[in-house]
């Protein structure tokens, strides 16, 4: 996607995007001459918002293209997008005039991702030229992490198992000079990850939790935790076939905590960035754990198994007992972990908890900004109580038999695992986009990197 975008001054002759309102329309046209008026009136192009013509000259090649707008600005800060799959071959530049001319370059770039691993792309590159005065250097750091996110969750499990995660987070951070260590195996169990050993045991390929730092330590200590549970069939609780369509995107956590490290790494800002992700297939075999079953955990914490289904949160409460183990400045994590999540707020936007209030407002507004929507939900102690055992510390899963809350009683159970972090937040994702729109292809998604983003380098921007 980085390659989709270049500098005015690095182009030496391209077709001109222009701006027009329903308002403005006739005065485009007649700068434009009178067989550009012609052509639009026999086709009937009226400058509604988002729609476009493309506009020949007088030797009938593509002198200029016409792309409706709002009269205050498009309806959508990443309605040109639609433009990127449409337009045929060649180098184009947003017009002077152009409203949020940033905004809608991000949106023509998030809009032409192909996931082409496994297909041969065919089509020839369609290029925008922006403004000299755009930071490109921090769109393209955006857009290799909103990348790396959306073809980890787009490659299929028979090609990224654990062991090819763990690899791309080697990859990564080898990429910016940061380095870390995998726990593989039974080493799990002699290091104090029990419940990312329990979870993935079953699997052929061996569970492994991928821990990675970058940075000076005397920064700040952001802390990035992602669910890496490459499949997911429901264990012994197993899922219906219809359920297991999209289960290779139940790493989507984990997808998008190295989507937002590769932009931190990229730009260079000053903290000490820390990555931990369990990487696990929850598959199904004799040694698989069972519903009933009590398990340690790295906490101390004992936890009956209520659901074979509900895993995302076990693996993640030993990597967040990790995390949480040297007070990081910022705790954050993800993962695809409820349908309760979905029912309540759909796929498109994703909930957070938290009991900081000011970085929930400051989630809030870099959220809005950036127009990649969150939603903070409440961190309901009363619900606290669905997770009562009779035999263990605590149940996993909300035991009341109601079946309410699932979202709100998953980060209750998170959040018994963090104690020492200055502020924490846990980020319920989908991690797909069923149906395209603006700036988001069909398929696996980034939700919220580019506000978390935004965030930690408005916060930390001089590594205080």
């Known amino acids: 996607m980085r390659n989709t975008l270049v500098r005015q001054s690095d182009v030496q002759s391209s077709i001109p995007v222009l701006a027009v309102s329903e308002g403005s329309l006739q005065e485009v046209l007649t700068g434009l001459g009178e067989p550009a008026k012609e052509w639009c009136l026999a086709n009937n192009f ?13 030797s009938g090649q593509l002198a200029a293209v016409l792309f409706g707008v709002e009269e205050d600005g498009p309806a959508h800060a990443f309605a040109l997008g639609s433009l990127a799959k449409a337009l045929p071959a060649g180098d184009y530049h947003l017009a002077e005039g152009f409203p949020q001319p940033e905004e809608a370059a991000l949106g023509f770039a998030l809009s032409g991702y192909k996931f082409d691993r496994y297909r041969k792309a065919s089509e020839k590159p369609v290029r925008l030229a922006v403004p000299d005065s755009i930071d490109l250097d921090r769109i393209g750091a955006i857009l290799d992490g909103v990348q790396l996110a959306r073809d980890l969750i787009n490659t299929p499990a028979n090609d990224l198992g654990p062991e090819e995660l763990a690899q791309s987070i080697d990859t990564l951070f080898a990429a910016h000079g940061g380095a870390g260590r995998c726990v593989v195996g039974e080493d799990l169990l002699t290091e104090e990850f029990p419940m990312v050993h329990a979870v993935g045991r079953a699997s052929s390929r061996e569970p492994r939790l991928a821990d990675y730092a970058w940075g000076n330590e005397n920064h700040p200590k952001i802390t990035l935790v992602g669910k890496g549970v490459i499949f997911d069939t429901g264990g012994l609780n197993v899922k219906p076939g219809g359920s297991m369509t999209l289960m290779k995107k139940d790493m989507g956590g984990a997808a998008n905590v190295l989507g937002l490290a590769s932009m931190i790494m990229a730009a260079e800002l000053p903290v000490r960035l820390r990555v931990i992700v369990p990487c696990v297939e929850n598959a199904i075999s004799g040694n698989a754990f069972r519903p009933g079953d009590i398990l340690p955990s790295r906490k101390g914490m004992t936890v009956e198994i209520g659901n074979t289904d509900a895993e995302g949160r076990l693996v993640l409460a030993d990597a967040l007992a990790l995390a949480d183990e040297e007070s990081p ?39 809005e900004a950036a127009t990649d929507p969150l939603w903070r939900m409440p961190l309901w102690q009363p619900y606290m109580k669905y997770l009562d055992s009779k035999v263990a510390d605590i149940n996993h899963i909300n035991t009341s038999g109601t079946g309410f809350a699932g979202s709100i009683t998953a980060a209750l159970f998170l959040s018994r695992f963090v104690e020492k972090a200055h502020s924490w937040v846990h980020f319920d994702i989908f991690g797909w986009t069923p149906a395209e729109k603006p700036g988001k292809p069909m398929g696996g998604e980034a939700q919220g990197i ?6 930690i380098s408005e916060r930390y921007s001089n590594g205080q």
């Open 329 to 367: 400045d910022l705790l954050i994590d993800m993962a695809t972990l409820t349908g309760a999540a979905r029912v309540a707020l759909g796929p498109d936007l994703p909930p957070f908890y938290t009991d900081d209030d000011a970085l929930a407002e400051d989630i809030a507004v870099m959220s």
């Open 450 to 455: 580019r506000a978390l983003f935004d965030l």
């Open 46 to 58: 009226s400058a509604k918002s988002s729609s476009f013509q493309l506009v020949p000259g007088l």
